[in-house]
């Protein structure tokens, strides 16, 4: 069975931090980029961060850059995205996806193959 579950959210208050989990089963994470979105009440989906596999660069929206780090462990099948420094605008069920490729080419979430089902985020000031 194929599957992508995310793990880790929870509620915090501003300034502190969190670590999510993305582990796959079924598949293997190696050979594909991974990337981290998240959808607010009320907004679409945007992505926030994505791990290449064939070179390990990474990649991160505006509102991520400085405070979120992405990294992969491939011994263990999982992406992570860790989260410091979190707002209340962070709030939002955050998602893994995969594409089909080793490169993160695009943050469209219609590009992207494989979902998780998300983790709650949820950040008070």
């Known amino acids: 069975q194929l599957q992508l579950v995310e793990s880790g959210g929870g509620s915090v208050q501003s300034g502190e931090s969190l670590r999510l989990s993305c582990a796959a089963s079924?598949?293997?994470?190696?050979?594909?980029?991974v990337g981290w979105f998240r959808q607010a009440p009320g907004k679409e989906r945007e992505g926030v961060s994505c791990i290449s596999s064939s070179d390990g660069s990474t990649y991160y929206a505006n509102s991520a850059k400085g405070r979120f780090t992405i990294s992969r462990d491939n011994a263990k099948n999982t992406v992570y995205l860790q989260m410091n420094s979190l707002k209340p605008e962070d709030t939002a069920v955050y998602y893994c996806?995969?594409?089909?490729?080793?490169?993160?080419?695009?943050?469209?979430?219609?590009?992207?193959?494989?979902w998780g089902q998300g983790t709650q985020v949820t950040v008070s000031s």
């Open positions: 996806a995969s594409l089909l490729q080793a490169m993160c080419v695009t943050d469209s979430p219609e590009e992207y193959f494989y």
């Open positions: 079924g598949f293997t994470l190696d050979y594909y980029a």
